[in-house]
């Protein structure tokens, strides 16, 4: 009770997520999404989830867009946590962004 139960995860999703994160390595080097910290990346990552949650709504299927929204959440939530931790703050809430993750003011 209170542990994580990962069998609780699909399967298949799970693996399609990790062969995005190969290409993802073989592209741009292992772990290079990581060194992500700061509002512009932040600002990415949440515009990049939202256009592929978009496509993958939409039925496109060019790409794995389900997996590509998990990625960016996943880096999302990691930089708001450095972030975070960086300012003794909890909650960041950044600006509204436009499709591009540019500030919309």
């Known amino acids: 009770k ?9 399967g298949p999703f799970l693996y399609r997520w990790a062969m995005l ?10 772990d290079n999404w990581r060194k992500a ?3 512009a990346e932040l600002l990415r ?15 496109d299927d060019e790409e794995d867009h389900a997996a590509a929204v998990a ?5 999302a939530e990691m930089v708001k946590a ?9 909650g960041v809430q950044v600006a ?9 003011r």
């Open 2 to 10: 209170g542990k994580p139960d990962y069998t609780l995860i699909d």
């Open 21 to 30: 994160m190969v290409r993802g390595a073989e592209k741009y080097g292992r």
């Open 37 to 39: 910290q700061g509002e």
């Open 45 to 59: 990552f949440r515009a990049s989830a939202s256009r592929h949650m978009q496509q993958w709504l939409a039925g």
């Open 71 to 75: 990625f960016n959440l996943a880096a």
């Open 82 to 90: 450095r972030i975070e931790e960086r300012y003794g703050v909890s």
């Open 96 to 104: 509204p962004y436009d499709d591009d993750g540019h500030r919309d």
